[in-house]
């Protein structure tokens, strides 16, 4: 094998292939000899290769959690989403963890995204998936995050909100932790799906008052206010001013609705005034240029 890597890197291909067919044909199971040819395959850029190779180190040593691993791997590399479902779910019977378990259900989730057919995708693939962790759920093996994070996934792909809001909400949510406020994104995102505008409102709220800063959480914010106004929805009394991010808003606020509000030109001069100092400030008015008349531009670029 190391003769054929030689050969490769020499320039010699045809003769390094041919030699490693000959080593491949014996079907090898020793891990140095597998690992030299899974080189020398992906330097032809040959994965497929790679594939036939541990299916027969695997049909040999069919207990072998490594060589299993390497199989589904391979599998992942090619785009061969069944096998690698297949692939997952033997690895699993021989060493049940979590981890190659949910590599199966991924598999799924995989299968459905690459399927033509949008029906069959939502029928069979995403169904099975969904009931191969509610499984685990009912039976409380679920671990990681990444658990949770597919379950998520799939309900959110059958259009199952509701569903993927408690598990957010619920005891699987404690554990999305990795990124910050993912839980809480999360939560927004199947409020906006279910239409539940004040929820949405009073977390983006919370959210802002918490990181001024990040606009996605205004876009949310603004959003939700429209869709109150026009469905004429009352706020309970319970507004408090006076925190400073709360005064930022307030500003973003009142551009938002200028007609309501006053002149967009001096609340643009007004926010200038409270925030220009601060580096998001450009892009935070650049959005509501749009408002101003073509014979204000001039005193904005001035400013």
Same mark, same amino acid.
């Given at each position: 094998?190391?003769?054929?890597?030689?050969?490769?890197?020499?320039?010699?291909?045809?003769?390094?292939?041919?030699?490693?067919?000959?080593?491949?044909?014996?079907?090898?199971?020793?891990?140095?000899?597998?690992?030299?040819?899974?080189?020398?395959?992906?330097?032809?850029?040959?994965?497929?290769?790679?594939?036939?190779?541990?299916?027969?180190?695997?049909?040999?040593?069919?207990?072998?959690?490594?060589?299993?691993?390497?199989?589904?791997?391979?599998?992942?590399?090619?785009?061969?989403?069944?096998?690698?479902?297949?692939?997952?779910?033997?690895?699993?019977?021989?060493?049940?963890?979590?981890?190659? &378990? %949910?590599? !199966? @259900?991924?598999? $799924? +989730?995989?299968? =459905?995204?690459?399927?033509?057919? *949008?029906?069959?995708?939502?029928?069979?693939?995403?169904?099975?998936?969904?009931?191969?962790?509610?499984?685990?759920?009912?039976?409380?093996?679920?671990?990681?995050?990444?658990?949770?994070?597919?379950?998520?996934?799939?309900?959110?792909?059958?259009?199952?909100?509701?569903?993927?809001?408690?598990?957010?909400?619920?005891?699987?949510?404690?554990?999305?932790?990795?990124?910050?406020?993912?839980?809480?994104?999360?939560?927004?995102?199947?409020?906006?799906?279910?239409?539940?505008?004040?929820?949405?409102?009073?977390?983006?709220?919370?959210?802002?008052?918490?990181?001024?800063?990040?606009?996605?959480?205004?876009?949310? &914010? %603004?959003? !939700? @206010?429209?869709? $109150? +106004?026009?469905? =004429?929805?009352?706020?309970?009394? *319970?507004?408090?001013?006076?925190?400073?991010?709360?005064?930022?808003?307030?500003?973003?606020?009142?551009?938002?609705?200028?007609?309501?509000?006053?002149?967009?030109?001096?609340?643009?001069?007004?926010?200038?005034?409270?925030?220009?100092?601060?580096?998001?400030?450009?892009?935070?008015?650049?959005?509501?240029?749009?408002?101003?008349?073509?014979?204000?531009?001039?005193?904005?670029?001035?400013?």
């Amino acid at each position: 094998v190391l003769k054929a890597i030689g050969l490769q890197r020499t320039g010699k291909q045809d003769e390094a292939y041919a030699l490693a067919q000959e080593v491949a044909a014996l079907e090898p199971t020793d891990d140095n000899s597998l690992q030299a040819l899974t080189i020398l395959y992906r330097e032809m850029h040959r994965p497929e290769l790679v594939t036939k190779l541990y299916e027969a180190a695997v049909k040999k040593v069919p207990n072998s959690e490594e060589y299993h691993s390497h199989l589904f791997m391979a599998y992942a590399r090619v785009g061969e989403y069944k096998k690698m479902q297949q692939a997952g779910m033997a690895l699993y019977k021989i060493v049940p963890k979590n981890p190659y &378990y %949910f590599w !199966s @259900v991924m598999s $799924l +989730i995989m299968q =459905s995204i690459s399927a033509q057919d *949008e029906n069959l995708s939502k029928t069979m693939f995403l169904p099975l998936a969904e009931r191969m962790v509610e499984k685990m759920v009912k039976e409380d093996k679920i671990e990681a995050e990444a658990e949770v994070e597919l379950y998520y996934m799939i309900l959110e792909r059958l259009e199952k909100y509701q569903e993927a809001l408690d598990v957010v909400r619920g005891k699987l949510g404690e554990k999305l932790t990795s990124e910050l406020q993912s839980r809480e994104n999360k939560c927004m995102a199947m409020y906006k799906k279910l239409c539940r505008w004040p929820e949405c409102n009073a977390l983006s709220r919370r959210l802002l008052l918490k990181n001024s800063d990040d606009w996605q959480f205004y876009i949310t &914010y %603004f959003d !939700s @206010v429209f869709q $109150l +106004i026009d469905e =004429s929805w009352t706020p309970p009394l *319970e507004e408090e001013q006076g925190c400073n991010d709360e005064y930022k808003l307030e500003h973003i606020e009142k551009m938002n609705w200028p007609f309501f509000l006053g002149d967009p030109e001096e609340l643009m001069f007004q926010y200038f005034k409270k925030f220009g100092d601060k580096p998001c400030c450009f892009t935070d008015l650049k959005v509501f240029v749009d408002l101003l008349p073509s014979s204000q531009y001039t005193k904005v670029r001035k400013i």
